[in-house]
């Protein structure tokens, strides 16, 4: 299984893969230059969620996503894919795998910059949600490559998709799988718990569900290949 993931992370990445969850630091590196030449204020906790850690860590997901099915077609191995002894799926999950694994290691290294550094934050409820923000827009952007069969297509789509999460995320809805508690609506804390449950569970269903149907498209070997 070590070696299916490292090689799938190779595929997605290229052998230089163990510096692709270095590269939303890029982001938080700009930030800082903007604090010290006070051109924004500083940070409060409720921003460690969404916009120093989700959006970033968001963006790599969407450029991890579309490669995991539709960049077999753009390297013309999607054909091999099918002959894998157990389905193509089993090549699929090993990317699906990779990608999160990278994804995890990079929201462990940008909460340990942005603990340190910016504003300390509730260490779980704001990782969860950071983390359920960048799988939701992997698999998002998984399923839109898949659909269109193009990686640019699905970037686009991906793209515009998060664009409108962000933009309602202050908002509070509790569909949006950038849900920050810390923004909440002022309410009680039942009300605030119903909510974080509702959001939590809906949010990872859906997901699931993205993923089977996703795969269940992708195995339509002759709508894939021929288009």
């Known amino acids: 299984m070590i070696t299916t993931i490292q090689l799938s ?11 692709l969850p270095l590269a939303p630091l890029a982001w938080l590196a700009i930030q800082a ?15 460690a969620q969404t916009t120093l850690i ?3 860590l968001a963006v790599l997901a969407g ?31 090993g990317k699906l795998a990779a990608a ?41 952007a998984m399923g839109f490559a898949t659909w269109f069969r193009s990686e640019a297509a699905g970037a686009m789509a991906t793209m515009a998709l998060l664009a409108v999460n962000w933009y309602v995320a202050p908002v509070g809805l509790r ?13 009680d804390a039942d009300q ?3 909510i974080a449950v509702q959001n939590r569970i809906g949010v990872a269903l859906v997901i699931a569900a993205i993923v089977a ?9 002759e709508k894939m290949l021929n288009g």
Request: hydrophobic content about 55%.
């Open 9 to 19: 992370a190779v595929v997605m990445a290229g052998p230089r893969h163990w510096l």
């Open 33 to 47: 230059g903007l604090l010290i030449a006070g051109r924004r204020p500083t940070f409060e906790p409720a921003a």
């Open 54 to 56: 989700g959006l970033p």
């Open 63 to 93: 450029f991890l996503g579309g490669r995991i099915i539709a960049g077999e077609m753009d390297q013309r191995t999607l054909e091999i894919a099918y002959t894998v002894p157990g389905g193509a799926h089993r090549v699929w999950l």
């Open 100 to 140: 999160g694994l990278m994804l995890l290691i990079s929201l462990s290294l940008m909460a340990a910059v942005t603990f340190a550094f910016f504003t300390p934050f509730p260490i779980v409820p704001t990782l969860y949600g950071a983390g359920q923000g960048a799988a939701f827009h992997l698999v998002a």
């Open 175 to 187: 569909i949006s799988p950038f849900w920050n508690p810390l923004t909440a609506p002022r309410a």
């Open 192 to 194: 605030l718990l119903a």
């Open 213 to 221: 149907l996703t795969f269940a498209r992708a195995e339509r070997r």
